[in-house]
């Protein structure tokens, strides 16, 4: 094994000390910073860099820290981690400061080290280390002034590099300060020439006390999940003149931890799609959230012994804590049991009954007499009508992915009681798609022409439309949903492939008082939706349907991009069953965010299901 690092380089002096704490007793070389001593490297940056005994190299100093760390848990987690709040770690910090045994310096200080030094040596240059991270600060000085690194920054003729303060750097030798600009005419007339142009840029850059304290406040409690990921203003509006880009991933339910097939399915693809965006300078709206009303969340509550309000705070939790480690870069990720999305969805279903767009229909229905009520369909399951699935549920089959009516399931048992349960009858209200479907034609049929829908979207819609849209129910007997409004039925909700889509809108709401900008103006935004193939009719059919009857001038989707799906080895995950790999269950392999985000695209199911497996993941 062979170290490689380069002189007065703060990577090769955190690598060289690493390597030593490590107990490595291989060849160290010092080399030029330019070196190209890895064959098939193009890079101009080779150092620090580990050439292992059998060959390879490591060429990172994350990598080669990554390496040495072994089974230290410790010195891992904070590896992997993208952010590092500094109050937290204020408070973590050992009582003999340095983090190794008996006060001794450990790999988990280099690895922290390594991380924070920039950052910290500006903090000390304006004299805020100390008072505002007494105990970081402190240890900081123990780890920078510790006898290896001491002899480590010798043999490297190591010295920090100066930080000079902005103020500073708008100086020249013997000036006290530089001035702003005055104005004249709209242009800014200096009558002595900034030292740079990077210096004049910066110098006419006005940065408010609002955004002082912002940044104050983000670089103390670090990002979460629902916060800016980006130096955008927010919120943000459509820009006139501009592309606008408003982005969707279907809303995971909260009933549960999301799996890799979730989010490679919608919320990975789409936070790939809208940094693209960011990146292209288009004007980006990333909007997700959790979807909480419907059985699936009765059905959770009442196997965790909790309220489906409970189980909704625990699991909206639980799915921000794993977006925020994959790094998904959503502008705003909210939730659906909220005021906004009962007045609107509400709204919606009001334009829709008056413009003759509701049928009300009596249809047959589970009944259970042993829990004295209707079933939903999630809570019942049965034997597939289609396949002989033997634990399809009441709304779909996860084998076939057919549709089903509750009553079409062969041998049919409650999920609460597993007995059977009888037939009755209930009054419900139903969407009426036959009198849409020629606007829906037309709609898919511009989308087909201007070829915005991927292949399987396409597949998937144009079966609807071939057999004739029929009513789709959009009621259901529960309590936990938006209340539907009308008198004649007011002990039901709607249903949750009604309510969800509108979910967009409402989170959206929540983000901002005008979101109408973004949901009511199709001629200046652009909608993207990204979602896994079983939802593809809900958002192709369905939603725009529910939208186009409302009469209003929505803002209807331009490009839906369904995917196949992502199986575990071999089999589906499901998150019923167990099967798979879990988003806190990835956090804790110790395996980077970045390795997971790498693998999911490239084996992303793009025209046809595709599989995971920890022998291709190696």
């Known amino acids: 094994m062979i170290l490689y690092v380069a002189k007065d380089c703060e990577d090769s002096l955190a690598a060289l000390v690493s390597y030593r704490l490590s107990g490595n007793k291989g060849k160290i070389e010092i080399v030029a910073s330019d070196s190209r001593h890895i064959p098939y490297l193009k890079s101009s ?33 904070y590896l992997v981690s993208s952010d590092i709040c500094l109050s937290n770690l204020n408070k973590n910090i050992p009582s003999k400061s340095l983090f190794g045994d008996d006060e001794s310096l450990s790999l988990t200080d280099m690895v922290l080290w390594s991380k924070l030094s920039l950052s910290l040596r500006v903090l000390k240059s304006n004299k805020s280390l100390y008072s505002t991270y007494p105990r970081v600060g402190f240890w900081y000085d123990k780890v920078s002034t510790h006898e290896l690194v001491a002899a480590a920054s010798k043999e490297l003729s190591y010295n920090p590099p100066k930080v000079v303060l902005a103020k500073e750097a708008a100086k020249k030798p013997g000036q006290k300060e530089v001035k702003p600009a005055a104005k004249v005419n709209n242009k800014n007339v200096s009558s002595k020439k900034p030292v740079t142009d990077a210096v004049e840029n910066f110098l006419q850059t006005a940065v408010t006390e609002a955004q002082k304290k ?20 927010h919120p943000k509006r459509p820009i006139p003149g501009k592309k606008n880009n408003l982005i969707t991933s279907a809303l995971p339910y909260v009933n549960n931890v999301p799996h890799l097939g979730n989010i490679i399915g919608a919320v990975l693809s789409a936070d790939c799609f809208a940094r693209f965006c960011r990146l292209k300078n288009e004007n980006t709206l990333y909007i997700c959230g959790t979807d909480e009303y419907g059985t699936a969340t009765e059905t959770k509550a009442l196997a965790e012994g909790l309220t489906p309000q409970q189980i909704c705070d625990k699991y909206n ?5 794993v977006y925020s480690w994959f790094n998904i870069s959503f502008d705003y990720f909210g939730r659906t049991t909220t005021k906004h999305q009962t007045e609107i969805a509400q709204d919606i279903f009001w334009k829709l009954h008056n413009n003759g767009y509701t049928v009300a229909q009596t249809v047959e229905q589970l009944y259970c007499p042993y829990c004295c009520k209707f079933l939903a369909d999630r809570f019942v ?29 062969k041998d049919p048992r409650c999920k609460v009681c597993s007995k059977s349960p009888e037939v009755k009858t209930s009054q419900h209200l139903f969407l009426d ?24 979207t396409v597949s998937i819609t144009n079966s609807w439309i071939k057999t004739g849209l029929k009513p789709r129910c959009i009621t259901r007997d529960l309590k936990w949903g938006t209340p539907v409004p009308h008198k004649d039925y007011s002990d039901k909700v709607f249903y949750v492939w009604f309510d969800a889509p509108i979910g967009y809108i409402s989170i959206t709401a929540n983000y901002m008082k005008d979101w109408e900008l973004w949901w009511k103006n199709p001629e200046n935004v652009t909608l993207t939706q990204f979602m896994a193939k079983d939802n593809v009719p809900f958002h192709s059919v369905i939603f725009p349907a529910s939208l186009m009857g409302t009469g209003d001038n929505w803002t209807l989707v331009n490009t839906l991009d ?20 879990f988003g806190d269950q990835a956090v804790q392999t110790g395996i980077p965010c970045d390795i997971f985000r790498c693998y999911l695209l490239l084996n992303r199911p793009e025209t046809s299901d595709t599989n995971f497996t920890w022998d291709s993941l190696a």
């Open 381 to 409: 399951e049965g034997t597939c009508p289609f396949c002989g699935f033997e634990d399809a549920r009441g709304d779909q089959c996860d084998k076939c992915s057919k549709l089903i009516n509750p009553v079409e399931l």
């Open 317 to 321: 939790a639980i799915h921000r804590e």
């Open 214 to 233: 912002a940044a104050v406040k983000k670089w103390n409690e670090g990002y979460s999940v629902g916060e800016v990921l980006n130096n955008d203003e």
């Open 562 to 581: 369904g995917i196949d799906w992502l199986q575990y080895e071999g089999t589906k995950f499901s998150k019923s069953r167990g099967t798979g790999v």
């Open 45 to 77: 940056k080779q150092v620090p860099s580990l050439q292992l005994d059998s060959g390879d190299y490591l060429f990172t100093l994350k990598s080669i820290l990554f390496y040495l760390s072994g089974s230290c848990t410790q010195s891992l987690e």
């Open 433 to 456: 798609l036959p009198k849409l479907e020629d606007k829906i034609k037309q709609f898919t049929d511009e989308r087909d022409a201007r070829k915005t829908y991927n292949t399987t």
